[in-house]
């Protein structure tokens, strides 16, 4: 079943307002098109589940998509902060935001849970940590074997997952290589799933290199390429992270005013992705360039 669609369609078809959505992606393969495809579609009321926060929190937050976020971690990668999230959470300005935190290992354990349709995950390393108390979903339970008590999270089982990779068969086979992250749990733990991927490969590629699959079709309900669509962070084998992008966008957060305009002028004045990355420039991109590293061949042997 071919499951190919445009990004401005699967965002249409598949999120609606109010929805949980999880965008995942640590630092690598992060589906920042997606993102800005919620902000010119104009979606509200969103609650976003992000391990990882960085730039695209920030816009979510500026276009006005987002009543809630739950997350592990809220700077911007190694850039400095992120403006538009300290005036929510710090000032509530313009309006309170709903935040709900844990550590990695608490939102790992929170997708392995929806992954799996379990209730809850058990989790050892709250033990002594604060995060505990200050949030309530976060509790203690006896331990069924005799045990001490155990903390438990519960499942997270977003409305909609959107992840990034870098390639995948038409019909939703998804492949990607190098940091991993959180993507497959994300991927099984969502009710609806939109993969973005830099290029769309024939099904024998896929076929050729099955340990590189890591999210099958069934699970799949659109496939979109987006070249680049993961700027600013990389996408190995492709292109390197924008570090001076998001440097950038720090320095810009920091007034609510310019926040605004830059959504205005990139995000809502362009038509979609490839708008997008043409204002940055046709040299924008030089600077982010890879050389080729391949891996050794493996042979995955054959019946005779």
């Given amino acids: 079943m071919?499951?190919?669609?445009?990004?401005?369609?699967?965002?249409?078809?598949y999120?609606?307002?109010?929805?949980?959505?999880?965008?995942?992606?640590?630092?690598?393969?992060v589906p920042v098109a997606a993102a800005h495809e919620i902000i010119r579609q104009g979606?509200?009321?969103?609650?976003?589940?992000?391990?990882?926060?960085?730039?695209?929190?920030?816009?979510l937050l500026g276009a006005n998509c987002l009543k809630g976020l739950i997350s592990s971690f809220i700077a911007n990668s190694s850039a400095g902060s992120l403006?538009?999230?300290?005036?929510?959470?710090?000032?509530?300005?313009?309006?309170?935001?709903?935040?709900?935190?844990?550590s990695h290992g608490g939102m790992v354990a929170r997708y392995q849970a929806g992954a799996s349709?379990?209730?809850?995950?058990?989790?050892?390393?709250?033990?002594?940590?604060?995060?505990?108390?200050?949030?309530?979903?976060?509790?203690?339970?006896p331990d069924p074997y005799g045990g001490s008590d155990i903390y438990v999270v519960p499942a997270l089982n977003?409305?909609?997952?959107?992840?990034?990779?870098?390639r995948a068969d038409i019909h939703g086979n998804v492949q990607?290589?190098?940091?991993?992250?959180?993507?497959?749990?994300?991927?099984?733990?969502?009710?609806?799933?939109i993969v973005t991927v830099e290029e769309i490969v024939d099904e024998a590629v896929v076929r050729s290199d099955p340990n590189r699959t890591i999210v099958p079709a069934h699970v799949v309900d659109a496939v979109v390429a987006v070249p680049r669509g993961s700027h600013p962070h990389s996408v190995q084998g492709y292109y390197d992270?924008?570090?001076?992008?998001?440097?950038?966008?720090?320095?810009?957060?920091?007034?609510a005013g310019a926040v605004q305009n830059w959504i205005e002028t990139h995000i809502r004045g362009t038509h979609d992705h490839d708008e997008f990355l043409a204002a940055l420039g046709s040299d924008h991109f030089e600077r982010m360039a890879i050389h080729d590293a391949y891996s050794t061949p493996v042979n995955y042997g054959g019946r005779a």
Avoid at 16 to 27: H, I, K, P, Q, R
């Fill in 176 to 193: 990607a290589w190098g940091m991993l992250g959180i993507q497959t749990e994300a991927a099984f733990a969502g009710r609806r799933l």
């Fill in 43 to 59: 979606f509200t009321d969103l609650i976003l589940a992000r391990m990882s926060c960085d730039v695209i929190v920030d816009q």
């Fill in 158 to 166: 977003p409305d909609l997952t959107i992840i990034h990779a870098q």
């Fill in 15 to 29: 999120l609606n307002d109010g929805d949980t959505v999880a965008l995942e992606g640590f630092g690598h393969i």
């Fill in 2 to 13: 071919d499951k190919t669609m445009s990004l401005s369609q699967a965002i249409s078809t």
């Fill in 83 to 102: 403006h538009e999230l300290r005036r929510r959470i710090e000032m509530s300005d313009p309006e309170p935001l709903w935040f709900d935190e844990y």
């Fill in 117 to 141: 349709k379990l209730p809850f995950q058990p989790i050892a390393s709250y033990r002594g940590s604060d995060l505990a108390a200050k949030n309530p979903r976060i509790r203690s339970v």
């Fill in 241 to 255: 992270r924008d570090d001076e992008f998001s440097r950038q966008w720090t320095a810009l957060a920091r007034d």
